[in-house]
């Protein structure tokens, strides 16, 4: 088990360690934006019937961005859900929580704010399933090469609306997002 742990964190480092070097490149060879951070707040809609079964269909999302020159961010993201499911004399708790670290290339679709978004990176998602009555928890967790598809609407001048598909390679944690992001 440890083993499986420390090949998961070399894989990890090894995704952090390309991202940041693809990254200071393009750092050194252009001026800096003018609003570098962003931030993100809207729903998560998973995808996996499962993972809606266990939890609520809708969950909170939220993310920090650094914008870099070239049209690329950086982007971190977190999501959870939780739910109960009772089935008497039992209540069953649970709750999934979704990381994910991507690598983002914007692109502008014509000149009315709209562009869209391919990111790749890592999706970390760790799983916890109680009963507390009877005093049993089961947690899991994997990490995933993931992929992000998105549109954005520009909405003034640092303000968007960004509507994003993300999956991961495994089973569990692939789904759409919408929400809100400001600059600043």
């Given at each position: 088990m440890k083993r499986l742990r420390m090949g998961r964190l070399a894989w990890l480092a090894v995704v952090v360690s390309a991202v940041?070097?693809?990254g200071l490149p393009a750092v050194a060879q252009e001026e800096?934006?003018?609003?570098?951070?962003g931030v993100r707040l809207g729903?998560?809609?998973?995808?996996?019937?499962?993972v809606r079964e266990l939890t609520n269909n809708w969950w909170v999302y939220f993310g920090l961005e650094h914008f870099l020159p070239g049209n690329t961010s950086v982007?971190?993201?977190?999501?959870?859900?939780s739910g109960t499911i009772s089935i008497p004399p039992i209540s069953i708790k649970s709750r999934v929580e979704l990381y994910s670290l991507f690598y983002n290339i914007w692109r502008s679709i014509g000149n009315g704010g709209t562009s869209w978004l391919l990111g790749l990176g890592v999706v970390y998602m760790r799983a916890k399933v109680a009963e507390p009555a009877l005093g049993v928890a089961v947690s899991d967790s994997k990490t995933d090469v993931g992929l992000a598809l998105g549109i954005a609407q520009k909405?003034?001048?640092?303000?968007?609306?960004q509507?994003?598909?993300?999956?991961?390679?495994?089973r569990g944690n692939t789904g759409l997002v919408l929400n809100i992001g400001f600059r600043f």
């Amino acid at each position: 088990m440890k083993r499986l742990r420390m090949g998961r964190l070399a894989w990890l480092a090894v995704v952090v360690s390309a991202v940041i070097v693809t990254g200071l490149p393009a750092v050194a060879q252009e001026e800096p934006k003018e609003k570098q951070w962003g931030v993100r707040l809207g729903p998560w809609y998973p995808a996996d019937s499962d993972v809606r079964e266990l939890t609520n269909n809708w969950w909170v999302y939220f993310g920090l961005e650094h914008f870099l020159p070239g049209n690329t961010s950086v982007s971190l993201d977190y999501g959870r859900g939780s739910g109960t499911i009772s089935i008497p004399p039992i209540s069953i708790k649970s709750r999934v929580e979704l990381y994910s670290l991507f690598y983002n290339i914007w692109r502008s679709i014509g000149n009315g704010g709209t562009s869209w978004l391919l990111g790749l990176g890592v999706v970390y998602m760790r799983a916890k399933v109680a009963e507390p009555a009877l005093g049993v928890a089961v947690s899991d967790s994997k990490t995933d090469v993931g992929l992000a598809l998105g549109i954005a609407q520009k909405l003034g001048r640092d303000a968007e609306l960004q509507l994003r598909y993300q999956t991961g390679w495994r089973r569990g944690n692939t789904g759409l997002v919408l929400n809100i992001g400001f600059r600043f």
